[in-house]
């Protein structure tokens, strides 16, 4: 009788929609974009065109010109500790290729091997607006999910990243 009373609760409750997203670290954190902007993961080749280490620079992909940006960067307005990995990493790194809402696509290089997550749009929050307003990360489409192992997942904003 109980296995029944279980069945009918079940059936009771409407399964929340999830959504699909490509996670993956850079430096110590998680982040994530929706998997419907990414278009595929790549090894990263040799990125040229940033003879300042601004973080932004050029690949051959697909015999055209690539824009990559090393988010990495722009998020934590840091150069000191990437200034020499691209250059130094490339064949060890991974490259998302994602595109904008304006159908560029552009390079985003990764710490990590991205891994598929589905998550339900309730376990998203805003971030609160005194960290986003003070913070350095920048980038964000100000929404976080904790993990199974409470880690945040930030949810990066594709046109954000390269406007920023």
Known sequence: MAILSSGRSRRGRKAEATEQYIAFRLRQEWFGLPIESVQRVITMGKIFGDPSQTGVGLMRYQDKELLVIDVSQRIF?????????IQQENEQRSLIIFRTSEGELVGLPIDSQPEVRRLAKSEFVPLPATYAARSKIRCLSSMMAKNKEGASLFLLDPDQMIAA
Do not use: N
Not at 77 to 85: A, C, I, K, M, Q
């Open 77 to 85: 307005e840091d150069t000191t500790e990437l200034s020499g990995t």
